[in-house]
């Protein structure tokens, strides 16, 4: 957040225990300008905004970010993409996500490529994008977070659960289809028949 508003990396780090906001202008190719208006939740606080069954409806993207040399803070933004993965499919307020593996320029955890390649593509979103606030190397992340947003339909996470739900409805409604076409063919016929008999 400190580098999209223009602050300089700072060595010491406070963690931050309310919300945060920050808004900029992102440049797009073209020249395009885009207002980003970011909302910082903090971890603890993500369970407190799904206990609204609309809490998702204004969020355009929501964009995880874990500390890429620890394994616990990635094991934790996965427990909150799936808790938002869920939750946007329980309500049909599904929002696209992000992840951003922050601190690129520390080693990653035993695990991490493999761990995140196959998060992202059992959930069918793009790979965790690396960044690094002390080499000012952020990857296009403000960019990236705007195209997501405008093209929601190709970061929305989906879980085991919702796939399966999808699955069950698309047989229950191939079903119908065939029902409602036997039916159909049914009737013809008993309509053709008593057209021939009343001839």
């Known amino acids: 957040m400190n580098s999209f508003l223009g602050r300089p990396y700072l060595d010491s780090y406070s963690p931050t225990a309310d919300d945060q906001y920050a808004v900029n202008v992102v440049e797009l190719p073209g020249g395009i300008k ?20 609309e809490s998702l409806a204004p969020c355009d993207i929501a964009v995880f970010v874990y500390d890429s040399s620890d394994e616990s803070s990635w094991k934790r933004a996965t427990e909150l993409l799936m808790d938002v993965a869920g939750d946007g499919e329980d309500t049909s307020y599904e929002v696209p996500c992000l ?7 520390l080693d990653s955890f035993p695990m991490a490529i493999q ?16 960044i690094s606030s002390k080499l000012s190397d952020f990857n296009n992340i403000f960019r990236r977070i705007v195209n997501a947003a405008e093209h929601p339909h190709l970061s929305i996470p989906e ?8 699955q069950y409805h698309r047989l229950i409604n191939q079903s119908l289809m065939v029902v409602s ?14 057209k021939n008999a009343s001839s």
């Open 115 to 130: 761990n995140s390649t196959r998060v992202s593509q059992d959930m069918g979103i793009e790979a965790p994008i690396p």
């Open 159 to 166: 879980t085991e659960a919702g796939r399966s739900r999808k």
């Open 181 to 194: 076409a036997i039916v159909g063919f049914a009737a013809y016929h008993v309509y053709a028949a008593r």
């Open 34 to 53: 885009k207002t980003l208006f970011l909302l910082e939740i903090h971890e603890d606080g993500v369970s407190k905004l799904l206990s609204s069954k």
């Open 99 to 105: 992840i951003v593996a922050a601190k690129d320029d």
